[in-house]
């Protein structure tokens, strides 16, 4: 009997391919952002006095009253229903990694009873879903329901389906944040103030400080048909099983090379539905390994970009579906070529239009840029393991360190220009600081400092933390990851370096130091205390590993112990004195995480055992018989002698079979009584440290005598996809 594989690959192969022509009659600024009730669309539906009134809050950081939200209510629903709009929103981001939506159609009932439509302030403002199931890592009982859902107006409404989605933060009845979006705000808050305070320290004009994200997402694309034939890519977005096809990424010709037409239409597809949503997708690509692809926008306010990025996510599942294709957002989908990242290029923006991680012509912005530079450089050093917890996961843990990804150990990368002038301002004798003056050579005036530094070193590929010109480039981030785990500590551990720097250059000059040199005797001390997070080599090689471990960096590879950051003491006062997490909060996030992993990897288990057992035996079995029975009736036919001779591949094959069928029967029930005992643990790290330490060591076992029966096996019975077809798109 013909397999589900070979049916869906037929059905591949009989479909004819239809190109979408959505929106490429026209250019794209004519419908960017349609379903976005923009600042402009809130200007033409809201009054003057009420836009005033609204920039104000904003600026200020003040609440909006309920007078106010009652006529952005209205302006909304106006909008919304000449757009055909029936039902609204509260759009949130729970710590399942996931975004959230309950919907409620606008219509009431009046006292005399007619049904009219209606969205009020109060409704705007708050909401109340069921908050008992969403991941709260023991901030409240599962019998404790009561959540809230609070409408951010820093980040704009939009449509889908005819549903009016408005961004909103999570939080539990006692005011706990159960989302990322409440930190994430909390920690560009502390940024703003921070960062704000050192600016004046050289210009008095920067009243306020952004984030600017531009993240790029990586991604694979399956044939929908031969994914929904994959039980463990339906489960996990994952294959568990899978022998490597003889042709994948080694030839280097998928890279930046032609879109496949499925591919592409999709592409289309998405980009146009982006683009009405708001979202600035400027580019598209192949990536390095077949069947792989990846999409980047433009840079915006960060908050807006992380929404930006969940919302694509979910947008590309759907597209993909309509083009009978499947989108796959795990760290590595596929063993032994290039794993999904998500590269979070982060930078600091002032209202007066500097870009703080810019170097300039003007010697003061570049003292600025100095500035920014070493403290951010001394954040990620005193950081550098709570920003490995950050995007650490049983997902991300298969791809860091393999196949084009950064490594587990966290590092800068600089380049040539700026290691040699950090180098030079580290061998600077300390006591001509103290005379009040500064070295002509240290004053960065663009004579003697060529302008460092735009476009002006090579990548480096395997740096988890790099800096690319203008901007320092999180290349770590897992492809499914929400954006906001990373930035909420990379954020908060930058604001409380900021204020650090801001006091000691207080101090000096109060020790009766010239402004220049007190700014420089602080940067060379954290230059020197800073020096062991950069590295300029190949995150890959061996003696990396070992020169990292000289130097004290973490290469700690299994997540539980990893996720111990978020308990460190001094983490726990940073995230509290920045006002970003109560210790609660923390606390929290960490045990989330913990769950996370050992739920992730429970249900790998119980997928694996599922295949081996009821797919992958039987059809070894099947085909062990077919060979059998051949070698009976090669018997019959010859003589013992030639038997021997002609016989010993379909013998040895038999064995074999016998041989791997043996040992995943054993090695799975092994797998399952060591499931049994983590699954008894109560004590959340130790049942994860059990689950990553006797549970998950079991996976490759299996899979090698799995791959090793795919190719013994007659390839018309196998019963999965292989790499060979679910990696070249047709």
Known sequence: MPSLRFDALRSILNDSLTEMSIGESSPVSSYFGKHVFSREKMERYLSKEANKEFDQCLEA??????????????????????????????WFQPLNGATAEKHDAFFEFTSDNHAIERFSGKLLVQQEPDASSFPSGGMRNTFEARGYTGWDPSSPAFIIDKTLCIPSVFISYKGDSLDYKTPLLRSRKAIDKAATKVCNILDS?????????????????????????????????????????????????????????????????????????????????????????????????????????????DLMNRVA?????????????????????????????????????????????????????????????????????????????????????????????????LTNLLDEIEKTDA???????????????????????????????????AFTGNRFEFRAVGSSANCAAAMIALNTAVAQQLEYFFNDY?????????????????????????????????GYSREWIEEAERRGLSTERSVPLILNAYLDAKVTDMFSGQKVFSPQELHARYEIRLETFVK???IESRVLGDLCINHIVPIAIRYQNILIENLRGMKELISQGEFEELCRPQLDAVRKISHHIAQIQILVNNMIEARKKANAITDIFEKAQCYDQKVKPFFEEIRDHVDKLEMICDDKIWPLPKYRELLFIR
């Not at 302006?75 to 919304?80: E, I, N, Y």
């Not at 580019?283 to 692809?293: I, K, L, S, Y």
């Not at 917890?389 to 997902?395: P, Q, T």
């Not at 002509?440 to 090579?458: F, G, H, R, S, Y």
């Open 61 to 90: 950081n003040q609440p909006i009253s309920l007078r106010l939200a009652d006529q952005i209510a209205t302006a909304m629903r106006t909008w919304a229903m000449e757009n055909g709009v029936t039902h609204y929103t509260h």
């Open 205 to 313: 004009t920067v009243k306020s400080v952004a984030i600017t994200l531009g993240w790029e997402q990586e991604y694979f694309i399956v044939d929908e048909r031969l994914y929904q034939t994959r039980p463990d890519l339906v489960l996990t977005e994952r294959t568990l099983l899978g022998h490597a096809a003889a042709k994948n990424q080694q030839l280097e010709d998928h890279y930046f090379g032609t879109i496949p037409a499925r591919v592409q239409a999709f592409m289309k597809d998405l980009e146009y539905r982006a683009h009405l949503l708001g979202i600035p997708i400027k580019t598209r690509h192949n990536e390095v390994a077949p069947g792989q692809f990846e999409c980047a926008p433009i840079f915006e306010e960060l908050n807006i970009a992380v929404d930006h990025n969940q919302l694509l996510m």
């Open 321 to 417: 579906q309509k083009h009978k294709l499947r989108v796959l957002l795990h760290e590595k989908p596929f063993a032994g070529i290039n794993g999904s990242g998500k590269h979070n290029n982060w930078s600091l923006l002032t209202n007066t239009g500097i870009n703080l991680l810019s170097p300039k012509g003007d010697p003061q912005k570049n003292l600025l840029f100095l500035i920014f530079l070493i403290n951010i450089i001394k954040a990620v050093n005193d950081n550098a393991n709570l920003l490995k917890a950050s995007i650490s996961s049983a997902s991300n843990e298969h791809r860091l360190g393999a196949n084009e990804a950064p490594p587990a150990i966290m590092s800068i990368f600089l380049g040539t220009e």
């Open 431 to 465: 006591a001509t600081f103290k005379t009040g003056t500064v070295p002509q050579k240290l004053k960065l005036d663009v004579a003697n400092i060529p302008e460092i530094l735009l476009d002006n070193t090579d990548r480096n590929r395997t740096s988890p933390f």
């Open 506 to 538: 207080s101090r000096q000059l109060s020790g009766g130091l010239s402004q220049e040199s007190a700014i420089y005797a602080i940067l060379q001390r954290y230059i020197v205390e800073s020096k062991k997070i950069r590295f300029e080599g190949n």
């Open 600 to 602: 992730n990897l429970q």
